[in-house]
């Protein structure tokens, strides 16, 4: 749970209550582990804790507390530490544990008020105050970041907002001088003429539960986070600026029903995919059919079909246009080409949704959405089309083009996978006008807002991918409360930036349809309740698994990329966990090998690809996860 599942601030300090009462020393451990990473972090620079330099940009509040007293036990280990104290105030015992300890304290807020210390300065020492701070900044090893955690409100202000620019400046600066180059890894070469930023819970500045960015804010090379992930350290932006990831197991008590967001990982994607059996036949394995390619675009019905025929499925239809039927069956002989039964459907990659002739894929994918509009009660819509019952429908995977063609209000079995800049047209044709960079300021929030207003599973592409869907419980899970129907968001990351290529997205589809059609066709075969019998129970009016199906496809592609790049470097990496006692020393997860903690992971840049080189790796992608499937035999 720690590694995958996200919680609102609300519910951590709920869930910390309890302890507190019982006068767990949730600070004292959280810093201790935060030490222990900062020390590590050290080492990793090279160098040695005795001759470190911490710089430590600490609030008035409990964040602030947490990084005094692990720049006190640090300062006891020999580094030379040194706070500079921007808020109204210091953590008090905090503040007296870092002094005793030999820790220095310099006061950048006027306002500051701490026993002993001069404040209230004009502003020219504010000045000298402030280009003291720059000159620490620059020649320190590690930058503790502990001005605001989880009570942080808005955008910083005052100070903090000063230090934050000054820092960003100063890291900047700091790259070029290195090499010449922009080195953002915080570990290659080059970048140690920096310092390494350590965000303490979570950088400063941001939108905790939303993941938005503000204003002025930190960008942090390594976050230590307390007791469990916070929604902004997985979700975009805000998690392109946590750098590497560690969890500190603080023994909070949270319900996993309670996480307002996933991260899919390679146990979950496992877990949705399906191993034939002796009994299985083609028909039973899945059947997918696509509607995708244009006398235009033909290349994307070949991507597709062959991406969604590489992932699993029995048999794969293919409805495209004449010129895309003979390209794709030259590329893979075993498609179908024609109607008749499909358990999932992909539709719309390289589809022109302008093109109006009576035979043309948009007309197709046109007629075939409208039998998934509803209204929005939910039940399908009887208007011009013969009604099916809800749960018959075969889910359907809404790519590119034929995203101009859903209806206003659909069932949640169907899939959308619009990037940014189709999500803002999406919005804006739906009456709520959107830029694209208004989508990307606030992915969640507008991924959440779709899903609201259409009832459409939402996979909204990036390099942190978002699927938001509906959870079937009703527990309005998005923080700011505005969906009472129950969405499940998760998100996967785990792709390189070299898989923005075009055609990405049309393998994308394929292998959502694919994996949409094995489940689909497993669940048939395998449950003995009728459809019609579950749907009353109301067990399948929210699709959880149609969630977790599009975000696992989102995962295996990122794999893919990784592989056909040999790139790792990407948006998301599994998380250290570290446990902590209320007293004694603080253990590392022993599964994360040391060359695989935040900050020492090996990073290869890796090679440009085409979208044709993912669909050639799905299949060793695919062999490694279901080899979990075998470990879970051997072990049961
Ligand atoms: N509650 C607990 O038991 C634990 C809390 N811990 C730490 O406590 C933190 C939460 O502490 P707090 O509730 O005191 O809150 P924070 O320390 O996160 O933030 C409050 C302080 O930040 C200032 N602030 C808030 N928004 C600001 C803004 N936009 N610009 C400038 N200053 C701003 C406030 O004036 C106040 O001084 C967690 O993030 C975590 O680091 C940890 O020690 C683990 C245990
Ligand atoms: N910076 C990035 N890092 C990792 N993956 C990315 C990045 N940008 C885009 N992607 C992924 O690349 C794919 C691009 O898809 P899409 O925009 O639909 O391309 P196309 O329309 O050309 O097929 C998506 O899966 C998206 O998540
Ligand atoms: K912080």
Not at 57 to 84: E, H, I, K, P, Q
Not at 240 to 246: A, F, M, N, S
Request: aromatic share 2%; with cysteine.
């Amino acid at each position: 749970m720690l590694r995958t599942m996200a919680f609102t601030s609300s519910d951590v300090r709920a869930a910390e209550r309890p302890l507190l009462d019982r006068s767990v020393p949730l600070m004292r451990m959280a810093s201790r582990a935060l030490a222990d990473v900062c020390r590590s972090v050290v080492n990793a620079r090279g160098s040695e804790v005795e001759r470190s330099s911490i710089v430590i940009l600490a609030g008035a509040g409990n964040n602030g507390g947490d990084g005094l007293y692990a720049g006190s036990l640090l300062a006891r280990s020999g580094a030379g530490v040194t706070v500079l104290a921007v808020g109204t105030a210091l953590h008090d015992a905090a503040a007296r544990s870092l002094m005793r300890a030999g820790g220095r304290v310099l006061v950048v807020d006027p306002r500051c008020r701490i026993p002993g210390f001069d404040t209230g300065f004009d502003d020219a020492e504010l000045r000298l105050r402030l280009t003291a701070s720059a000159d620490l900044l620059l020649h320190a090893d590690v930058v503790m970041d502990a001005m605001t955690g989880i009570g942080s409100k808005g955008a910083l202000t005052g100070t903090a907002s000063v230090m934050a620019d000054l820092l960003a400046e100063i890291l900047h600066d700091g790259r070029r001088c290195a090499d010449g180059n922009d080195d953002n890894d915080g570990n290659g070469e080059g970048a140690h003429d920096r310092p390494t930023v350590v965000a303490v819970d979570v950088p400063s500045g941001l939108g905790v539960d939303s993941g938005t960015v503000p204003g002025a804010s930190i960008t942090a090379d390594v976050t230590v986070t307390f007791g469990a992930l916070k929604p902004c350290l997985v979700v975009p932006p805000v998690c392109y600026r946590r750098g590497g990831l560690v969890v500190v197991d603080l023994g909070l008590d949270l319900d996993p029903g309670r996480a307002v967001v996933r991260r899919m990982d390679a146990s979950c994607a496992s877990s949705r995919l399906v191993v034939p059996g002796a009994g299985d036949m083609k028909y039973s394995r899945g059947v997918v059919g696509l509607i995708t390619g244009s006398q235009r675009y033909p290349g994307a019905g070949v991507l597709s079909v062959s991406a969604a025929a590489r992932s699993g499925c029995g048999m794969v239809r293919y409805l495209g246009p004449r010129r895309a039927q003979d390209l794709v069956l030259q590329a893979m002989p075993e498609v179908v080409v024609g109607k008749g039964h499909v358990q999932a459907w992909t539709v719309g990659c390289g589809v022109d949704p302008d093109d109006h002739d009576d035979d043309s894929p948009a007309s197709a994918v046109g007629a075939l959405l409208r039998h998934y509009q509803t209204d929005d009660g939910g039940s399908v819509s009887t208007t011009g089309v013969e009604p099916m019952p809800p749960v018959s429908m075969p889910p359907v995977c809404v790519d590119a083009g034929a995203l101009d063609l859903l209806p206003d209000h659909v069932l949640p079995q169907v899939v959308i996978t619009p990037h940014a800049g189709e999500l803002a047209r999406l919005l804006t044709r739906m009456g709520h006008p959107r830029t694209v960079d208004a989508v990307l300021d606030d992915p969640w929030g507008n991924a959440v807002l779709v899903h609201r207003i259409t009832g459409a599973t939402v996979l909204l592409k990036g390099a942190m991918t978002l699927v938001v869907g509906d959870d079937g419980q009703g527990d309005g899970l998005h923080p700011d409360g505005a969906h009472p129907d129950g969405a499940r968001t998760m998100v996967s990351g785990a792709g390189p930036a070299w898989l923005s290529t075009a055609g990405s997205g049309d393998v994308l589809a394929g292998l959502i349809g694919s994996l949409l059609a094995q489940w689909r066709a497993s669940r048939e075969s395998a449950d003995d309740a009728t459809a019609e019998e579950r749907s009353s129970a109301g067990k399948d009016r929210g699709c959880p698994a149609v969630t977790e199906i599009a975000a696992a496809g989102a995962y295996i592609h990122g794999l893919s990329g990784r592989m056909a790049s040999g790139c790792d470097v990407c948006a998301d990496a599994e998380p250290l966990i570290m446990r902590v006692a209320p007293v004694g020393g603080v253990t590392r997860d022993s599964s994360t090998s040391s060359d695989r903690v935040p900050w020492n992971r090996a990073r290869s840049i890796g090679h440009p690809i085409v979208a044709s080189d993912l669909i050639e790796q799905l299949q060793f992608v695919l062999a490694s996860l279901l080899r979990r499937h075998e470990d879970d035999d051997a072990r049961r």
